[in-house]
């Protein structure tokens, strides 16, 4: 059974740093993609990065490309998001999300129960 365990959400001023942590269970994930999404009130769900567990590639949205790196530590299990110079734009429920294989784009199979994620201007 896949567990996805996000934490690390808050309340931060713009312009601030917050660290998200995904922690991941139930199987090895060297063939996964690892996949950050958010979702803002009244809004869809959007893609904010993904990373290959094999090879530490990276790939990330636009809107949060050169302030948000994500990254993984095999020993833990577990993703981060690391996100900088945050704006007011960024206040969501961010989502870590798993794939087996294929690529970064694609449906994800499995979802963590999300965590907030509030950027007060």
């Known amino acids: 059974q896949v567990q996805l365990v996000e934490s690390g959400g808050g309340l931060v001023q713009a312009g601030g740093s917050l660290r998200l942590s995904c922690a991941a269970s139930?199987?090895?994930?060297?063939?996964?993609?690892m996949g950050w999404f958010r979702q803002a009130p009244g809004k869809e769900r959007e893609f904010v990065g993904a990373?290959?567990?094999?090879?530490?590639?990276?790939y990330y949205a636009d809107s949060v490309k050169g302030r948000f790196t994500i990254s993984r530590d095999n020993a833990k299990n577990t993703v981060y998001l690391q996100m900088n110079s945050l704006k007011s734009e960024d206040t969501a429920v961010y989502y870590c999300a798993a794939r087996s294989g294929g690529t970064y784009y694609l449906t994800y199979d499995y979802w963590g129960q999300g965590t907030q994620v509030t950027v007060s201007s």
């Open positions: 139930g199987r090895t994930f060297r063939n996964y993609f």
């Open positions: 990373i290959n567990w094999n090879s530490g590639t990276t």
